[in-house]
Nanobody
Framework: QVQLVESGGGLVQPGGSLRLSCAVSASIFSFDVMAWYRQVPGHQRELVASSPRYGSRKYSDSVQGRFTISRDFAKNTADLQMNSLKPEDTGVYYC??????????????WGQGTPVTVSS
């Protein structure tokens, strides 16, 4: 069974940086899309950044220019570099891996989440 394990969350002051990492138990190249989502209590989980196997990375408007998603094929991780952090970036960050099946269906895998708190 595929497992995704996030790490790197914590408490950081506004303007600071954090790097989240998602360790994947299967080859990261086998996923059509790797993505990071964020969830705040009382709100739906929202897409922050996505990295397709082929094509351009995409970011939500709120993090564009500050966050960078990347895949490390040697380490088998999907990372999220977060710079110039703001209090509104606070939330639990989840790693997601998506596979497109030959039938047209999708398989989605989730990590357990890592909390990020941006506060002075």
């Amino acid at each position: 069974q595929v497992q995704l394990v996030e790490s790197g969350g914590g408490l950081v002051q506004p303007g600071g940086s954090l790097r989240l990492s998602c360790a994947v138990s299967a080859s990261i190249f086998s996923f059509d899309v790797m993505a990071w989502y964020r969830q705040v209590p009382g709100h739906q989980r929202e897409l922050v950044a996505s990295s397709p196997r082929y094509g351009s990375r995409k970011y939500s408007d709120s993090v564009q220019g500050r966050f960078t998603i990347s895949r490390d094929f040697a380490k088998n991780t999907a990372d999220l570099q977060m710079n110039s952090l703001k209090p509104e970036d606070t939330g639990v960050y989840y790693c997601n891996g998506e596979r497109l099946m030959a039938s047209g269906s999708k398989e989605n895998y989730w990590g357990q989440g890592t909390p990020v708190t941006v506060s002075s």
